[in-house]
């Protein structure tokens, strides 16, 4: 299955007003939206391997965990089985950087989320970067000890958060 990911900035007053714009965008277009805080995650390559073990566990395997194909790729952005703790991973209220999700890719789709959140195309290092904030935050989330990173490395973080990604399969 196709999918884009773009990155975005937004603010969001009302989560549920935000997510029925978010909704009717996807009715109206027939692609997945999916909004992802960027600071909860380790960066695209993160997404996308949510992504990939949605994608297989729901259209693929058959065996989600969510009855959505959204929930069921914030449950694996999270490396968590537990929607509660999957919607940490999704929208706020505030201003949000989202990594946004459109499956399968649609133009449509993109004109109808520019009117409610700015793309940046801009440069990415911003949107990737791991600091010692950012990283202390990611291992209080997914459980990563120090150790851990100092093993591998502050380089290799992102990895760590990705195996956290794959060994929910081990545990479903």
């Avoid at 937004?10 to 714009?21: C, G, H, Q, R």
């Avoid at 390559?45 to 693929?60: G, T």
């Avoid at 990283?135 to 120090?146: S, Y």
């Avoid at 490395?153 to 958060?161: Q, T």
Wanted: charged share 30%; net charge negative; with cysteine.
């Amino acid at each position: 299955m196709r999918y884009e990911i773009r990155r975005a900035c937004t603010d969001i007053k009302s989560e549920a007003k935000f997510l029925a714009a978010i909704r009717a965008v996807a009715d109206t277009t027939g692609s997945a939206v999916i909004c992802i805080d960027a600071d909860r995650v380790a960066g695209e390559d993160h997404v996308r391997a949510a992504l990939d073990h949605a994608i297989r566990s729901y259209y693929v395997e058959r065996t989600p965990v969510a009855n959505s194909f959204e929930m069921e790729t914030l449950l694996w952005t999270g490396a968590t089985r537990q929607c509660t703790e999957a919607t940490r991973f999704g929208i706020r209220p505030g201003r949000c950087r989202l990594f946004v999700v459109i499956c399968p890719p649609s133009p449509a789709a993109e004109r109808a989320l520019a009117e409610i959140m700015t793309f940046d195309d801009g440069d990415s290092a911003a949107w990737e970067a791991l600091g010692p904030k950012k990283r202390a935050h990611l291992r209080a989330l997914f459980g990563i000890t120090a150790e851990e990173e100092a093993t591998v490395g502050p380089e290799r973080f992102a990895e760590l958060v990705i195996e956290r990604v794959a060994l929910l399969e081990v545990f479903r």
